[in-house]
């Protein structure tokens, strides 16, 4: 039985790029989506399907030997909150039964699946906290909070239960603030407008923001994002309890986004357009992370400079990323 990586949800933000990222592995990786892909990798075994297919998804576990898991596929915070069925059946049944199947598979083999959960911000409330730890008070306003909450907290259990057991599963997970990403424009989320004004700004267009200028929230920009996945996925032994680390760069406003895309794009013009679906929830978010739980446990490493994240990559790199079209 071959050695495997099983992604879901690869066509996503984050997803694109881990796969980007893992396909320069040797090791085989099983690629799931409800969409077709939209680049080919040799080493990668291609899967038009839902999470929720479950025979699809035993099938996988009792074909290969699936050493790591890394678990994207999820509807973000506005399309739960259109959609709150939806959101329980995929990002928590979903994902219960990957993890389930995960420790299954740990069990049986006599090994530790590694597996990585993308959690979020979303996991507080209600007050907008400022420098947010890990262990503050959570209570999760939205069905997104509540879904990456319930989540987190189920693949620590069974963590600690394959612990004890000596077999089952690794259970490893950030906390995501906004990611902005050069490559993709994602929909969906609340703070979707951060990557959504660098596409416009690139691309001569005008853009409307449905958040309040002076709202703070946390960033991320993919590199990093990608950078921090590798790094927790890769540290052989993670020596906390804690599963579910913040993680963040920069905390920004979306006035303070518009002043950085207008020094490279000067003709870029935004208005705003509040509206309480997006900006109740943007309030209920931290301001900013700690990170210091991150930095101390598996060595995160955050550059807190607007013009690293800009100047340096963002910008850059949009450039060349259309250029290829
Ligand atoms: C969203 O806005 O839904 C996500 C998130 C911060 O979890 N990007």
Redesign the pocket.
């Known amino acids: 039985m071959d050695n495997a990586i099983l992604i879901t949800g690869f066509n996503g933000e984050i997803g694109r790029q881990t796969l980007l990222a893992l396909s320069k592995k040797e090791t085989l990786i099983i690629a799931l989506d409800i969409n077709n892909p939209h680049i080919k990798y040799d080493n990668v075994i291609y899967i038009k399907d839902s999470i929720l297919n479950k025979d699809v998804m035993k099938s996988i576990f009792n074909d290969y030997n699936i050493i790591e898991v890394y678990h994207f596929a999820a509807l973000?915070?506005?399309s739960?909150n259109s959609n709150p069925k939806s959101a329980y059946e995929v990002n928590e049944e979903g994902s219960k039964l990957i993890i389930q199947l995960a420790t299954n598979h740990g069990i049986k083999h006599k090994s530790f699946v590694r597996i990585f959960f993308p959690s979020?911000?979303?996991v507080y409330g209600p007050k907008k906290l400022k420098d947010a730890k890990e262990y503050d008070i959570i209570k999760p306003q939205t069905i997104?909070g509540c879904n990456?909450l319930v989540i987190e907290q189920f693949g620590t259990q069974k963590y600690e239960e394959s612990i004890q057991l000596g077999f089952g599963i690794d259970f490893r997970c950030l906390r995501?603030?906004?990611?902005i990403s050069p490559y993709t424009i994602?929909s969906?989320?609340?703070?979707?407008f951060a990557p959504q004004m660098l596409h416009a700004a690139y691309n001569n267009k005008k853009y409307t923001c449905k958040v309040d200028p002076s709202t703070l929230l946390p960033f991320l920009s993919i590199k990093s994002t990608i950078d921090a996945i590798l790094q927790i996925m890769t540290i052989p032994h993670i020596n906390s309890k804690l599963r579910a680390f913040n993680v963040e760069e920069l905390s920004l406003s979306p006035k303070e986004i518009v002043e950085e895309l207008q020094k490279e794009f000067p003709k870029f013009i935004v208005d705003y357009n509040i509206d309480s679906r997006f900006q109740s929830?943007a309030d209920t978010?931290p301001e900013n992370l700690n990170c210091e739980e991150a930095k101390k446990e598996w060595n995160f490493v955050n550059n807190h400079s607007k013009n690293v994240m800009f100047e340096q990559y963002l910008i850059p790199e949009i450039k060349k990323n259309y250029g290829k079209h």
């Open positions: 973000l915070s506005q739960a979020s911000i979303a997104y990456k995501f603030p906004g990611i994602p969906g989320g609340t703070t979707d929830i978010w």
